[in-house]
């Protein structure tokens, strides 16, 4: 009788560790990407014109506003005042969405 007791025992726990194993695998799919702060946010699109744009060093960070989507933040940029340059002083708007994509923002004229 024990052995038998046993035996349903490990059965039930293991047919409760594969359902386990089977609910986190579909909630997978619906996992949802934790919001950055603008701190984080500043960072991504700082190292995304470091990688992009060196040209644009140095530079500030100016505003950090979320965007109108609420799906990320924009971070605009501008460089320091150089009356040799031209311009003499650039601004760059980059786009980080929560989940991690970066973008730089540009338009036309």
Do not use: W
Not at 14 to 23: C, I, K
Not at 84 to 103: A, N
């Amino acid at each position: 009788m024990r052995l038998s007791n046993s035996r349903t025992a490990l059965v039930v726990a293991a047919a409760m560790v594969v359902s386990g194993l089977a609910g986190c695998a579909s909630d997978m799919s619906s996992r949802t990407n934790a919001i950055l702060t603008d701190r984080e946010a500043a960072r991504l699109a700082e190292l995304h014109l470091d990688d992009t744009a060196p040209e644009s060093n140095p530079r500030d960070i100016v505003s950090i506003d979320k965007s109108y989507e609420g799906k990320g933040h924009i971070v605009a940029f501008q460089s320091f005042f150089d009356e040799t340059q031209h311009p003499p002083k650039m601004s760059r708007l980059v786009r980080v969405d929560h989940d991690g994509d970066v973008h730089e923002l540009t338009f036309k004229d």
